[in-house]
């Protein structure tokens, strides 16, 4: 359930934020991404600004606040991950808590855009903006199957463990790894069927 | 390895953004160029399937786990280009719908892991292969140790960036990241060795229909990374040299300081051994990475062979 949830960030929703056009959106973030991060270090009014404003726009789409708290705090431990190195540095205490305002900001508005944009949406205005068509191509591709692969591989694992009664570490590898494999070699296969589908109605490379 | 943003500074991001826009859009020619239509829409679907099996869980220790990064193994099943277009749609989806590596800091997460990460691993699979042979036994620890060095490129490249911007001591995160690279390799080379193995037991066309067809033009997507790999250097060693701490403070007490000009490459990662550290720290941590490389290249070297066995028919079941 918590991977279902965590897999699919969007929210439905029928507010205004959710209606605004997505390269609208995609540039806001962005930009807002940018500027937190080109931002001083100490410019700590700027980052209450800016963390009142993805506050009332969250509100203002009334998105589940509690979601995006839960999707942060599971993005934080990498940040201060790194962060912790700069502790090390000497003096490094401000440089720290700036680090870690700039990254928090900069998640929550990403995590703000996923969750009142289709990722479909967004893919049109990568077309629209002409990231290269392949690269948009294969991200499609990519977004379109990655739920079907990841059920096809639960399924693999559901059946190895109906299956299996001891789970040593060793087995658990390479169980895992075969599942890994097995799901390459569907993936070829689906590939092989799909380009297939794709040609049948027209597609050119 | 994903970097967040708000860890790396305007020149680093720059830097890092044009060197991956440079990688990315000559391996999207070659791909267009040389991969036959019945292969683009795998590049999706491998994608996806790089990132569904990121997902998967190795048991280390005391109930943490680790995970496949992946880059070695799309390298080896899909050939240098399509891996790079691969990894890149992996990290671009995951910091657009999932915020995981930042928006700005998107160029060095791509030239780390979506780049370097799949470039070196392919370098040193052939490498490897031309020396030990094709066969299974020779694929597998080709593949193994491939994945190790590629982990250890590309967390040495995300050192590099971070103690260039700035936020980190160069000897600090160097020899962090060295050090815990090292042995993050070792899982990633045997995830991946264990994951080629089967499938190569199950389907070895697909592992063999990536790689012998190598025209001279991958040679060229080759040298082409290596020039890459030179560019970062070039590029990264100013900024090193005008830092004020690290780097110069090493150069001043070791009277190399005058050599520490524009062409100073950067430094070599700092995970020495402790007694020698103190006389000779360069040869020491020459010393390291090599005893690092050695111990990845014989784990890779038994567990290759412990794969390719032939098995015994009633052994399998």
Known sequence: MLRDRFLSPYQHGSSAVHRWPAGAKLLAAVGCVFLVVLLPRSAWWAYAAIAAGLVAVSLAARADLRGMLVRLLLLEPFVIGIALLALLKPGGVPLFLSMLTKSTLCL?????LTATTRFSDLLAVLWRIRVPALLVTTLALMHRYLFVLVEEMERMQRARRSRTFVAGRTSAWRNSAQVAGQLFVRTSER??????????RGWKA | MHVPDGFLDARTLAATAGLAAVGLGLALREVRRNLPPRRVPLIGLAAAFVFAAQMLNFPV??????????AALAAVLLGPAAAIVAMTAVLLLQSLMFADGGITALGANVLNLAVIAPLAAYGVYRAVRSIAGTGQQATLLATGFAAWCSTMAAALACAVQLAASGVVEWGTVLAAMGSVHMVIGLGEAVITMLIVAVVLRARPELVTSAVPAMQPTHRRT???????????????????????????????????ASLASASQPA???????????????????????????????????????????????????
């Open chain 1, 191 to 200: 590939a092989e069927r799909v380009y297939l589908a794709m040609c049948a």
């Open chain 2, 61 to 70: 220790a005391a109930g943490t786990s680790g995970h496949l990064i992946g």
């Open chain 1, 108 to 112: 929550a508005t990403m995590i703000l």
């Open chain 2, 267 to 317: 430094p070599l990662p700092d995970y020495s051994l402790v007694p020698l550290a103190d006389s000779s720290p360069w040869l020491a941590t020459v010393l390291a990475g090599a005893l690092g490389a050695l111990v990845a290249f014989a784990v890779a070297w038994f567990v290759a062979r412990a794969l390719a066995a032939p098995v015994h028919p009633t052994a399998r079941h």
């Open chain 2, 222 to 256: 080759v040298a082409y990374g290596t020039a890459l790999v030179i560019g970062l250097m070039v590029l990264v060693a100013p900024f090193a040299s005008s830092l004020p701490d690290g780097l110069e403070h090493v150069a001043e007490r070791f009277g190399f």
